[in-house]
């Protein structure tokens, strides 16, 4: 039987926790939002971690893309709208609108979503309860996705992490949104102090476990027409678990 995926809303008041030093909600909460909105909308829909569970499989983020053209601030009002996008070969994909409290939109993102078999940790065909859902009708903000974002470049700056356990999600792997704030967290105060991210493009390509060695290496790639470039890798002495590019503007 064919399902309809509505379009989800969920609201967030940004809290002061929440907000880096100038009292603007950082990337990184942003992205908390986008992941409690797209759980819960999943959870609606049926196809949840929870649900998944049952059949062995979870769900990992692959890509993310976002671009914000206003950051809220502390106490303001935060609406998170998605819905599902399609199948792209083995992604799900998944659209995001950032909304203020007036309805107005200030931000929009992308993400691709693998199923992948607990026990073996490998990608698995989206089945057909999750492919024969009814899409809304609306258009998506990426339509793809670079096949791989810029490794390292020299002139990088290398920040060691060790992985704690609060840094864990339901997955037991490492939040996606800790290879975020660790990015963001990778360039020089100055920049910290005076621009704020405006976009990123992530590629999570493995898993990260407690107790790991992380390095994250960051690398200025550009400054043009006011905007600050950043290529990240974040990997352990074996592999790589990121990559990712920030796009900074002036506060």
């Known amino acids: 039987m064919t399902r309809t995926a509505t379009i989800w809303n969920e609201a967030f008041r940004v809290r002061s926790y929440e907000t880096d030093p100038g009292g603007t909600a950082s990337i990184q909460t942003i992205c908390n939002y986008l992941q409690e909105a797209a759980s819960n909308h999943a959870a609606h829909l049926g196809v949840s971690i929870e649900h998944l569970t049952e059949r062995n499989l979870t769900w990992m983020l692959a890509r993310l893309r976002v671009e914000l053209d206003v950051h809220p601030a502390w106490r303001d009002e935060v609406v998170v709208e998605t819905w599902p996008s399609g199948v792209d070969r083995l992604f799900a994909m998944r659209e995001f609108v950032i909304r203020n409290a007036g309805g107005d939109a200030i931000g929009r993102a992308s993400s691709a979503w693998l199923l992948i078999d607990r026990a073996r940790r490998r990608p698995v065909r989206l089945p057909e ?16 996705f670079p096949d791989r974002l810029p490794g390292e470049a020299t002139g990088a700056t290398d920040r060691s992490v060790r992985v704690r356990y609060s840094d864990l999600d339901l997955n037991g792997h490492v939040n996606n949104v800790r290879y975020v704030e660790w990015s963001v967290e990778g360039v020089e105060q100055e920049v910290l102090d005076a621009w704020i991210v405006r976009g990123l493009d992530f590629h999570f390509m493995a898993e990260g476990n407690y107790g790991d060695a992380v390095t994250v290496r960051s690398t200025r790639m550009s400054e043009r ?25 002036p506060r």
């Open 129 to 144: 309860f999750i492919t024969s859902l009814e899409l809304p009708d609306r258009a998506s903000f990426r339509t793809s």
């Open 225 to 249: 027409d006011g905007m600050l470039t950043y290529g990240h890798v974040v990997r352990t002495a074996n592999q790589e678990l990121a990559r990712a590019r920030t796009e900074w503007v």
